[in-house]
């Protein structure tokens, strides 16, 4: 794909309070590395908010592409699906929410690479394969959803289970009675409250899809007493060390957050914008997100993104 040098296109992120992410700082580095007329901007909004800029920004032509995170990823999908001229990936469509955005003519098109993100990293930072294994997931939102659902049917290596807990009940019925419909509906248990501690001590890998722990104020998702060795803890909030993440360590586990997710899923929006290299755009991005981590520790700022 060939960009006009006069013709400065405009990129972001959607979502709320999130002044606080690396993705400015990844994709703007990709951008000057390939030589793209091109800025990376934050778009934090109100959910009010969204329906609009959506429809005056990016139908508009104002935007060409966005990615999406929380609390805004169903709700994209949602927005595409009933917008004329607009489409929705196979993925997207199978995961339940969007995180990736491409304008085109009088439409656009909704991606997800959450999922392609997450398991790449998985693999890569703790060679856990999921194959046959138990899994626990706190978390149905448009994270936690994309992850049960592409370790369950996009992987290639399908758990055992995969036990869901989610405060927000609608969230959790809504990805079982996805689940119900599908093939393979004996994959997935919902959890209560009373039985989170009993399912996830029988589990082989332990996710945290919510954003508690994004604020060190932040009390602990779940008790630290549920965490045993041989578990593998994955933590969706890429602070460099949350406190979930030192617990878990402490207690002999491989436990890692989830900036090289953010980063496998940055290369894999950044490609699906420009359709340049994914493992040269990837090199970019740890090279800068890596840079600016050092430079928040020495301004004594927030770590993460």
Known sequence: MRFKKGNKRIYGLLGREISYSLSPVMHNAAFRHFEIPAEYMIFDMEEGGVDGFFRDRILSGGISGINVTVPYKIKMKETLSACAGCSIDDDAELLGAVNTVKAGGEGATGYNTDGKGFYADLRKSTAFNPQGQDIFVL????????????????????????????????????????????????????????????????????VNATPIGTKKEDPLPFSADNLREGMVLYDLVY?????????????????VNAL??????????????????????????????????????????PCAG
């Not at 602070?239 to 436990?255: C, M, S």
Request: aromatic share 8%; glycine share 12%.
């Open 139 to 206: 978390g149905a939102g448009g994270a936690g959803r994309a992850i049960s659902l592409y370790l369950a049917f996009l992987s290639g290596d399908t758990p055992k289970s995969i036990n869901v807990f989610d405060v927000d009940e609608a969230k959790l019925f809504s990805l079982k009675a996805f689940f119900d419909a599908s093939r393979d509906p004996g994959i997935f248990r919902p959890v209560k409250a009373g039985d989170i501690s009993a399912r996830m001590r029988g589990c082989g890998l332990v």
């Open 239 to 255: 602070h460099g060390e949350t406190e979930l993440v030192r617990r878990a360590r402490e207690k002999g586990l491989v436990a």
């Open 260 to 301: 090289g997710m953010l980063i496998d899923q940055a290369a894999l929006a950044f490609e699906i914008w420009t359709e340049m290299p994914i493992e040269e755009t990837g090199r970019v991005m740890t090279d800068a997100v890596n840079a600016e981590i050092v430079k928040r520790k020495k301004q004594q700022g």
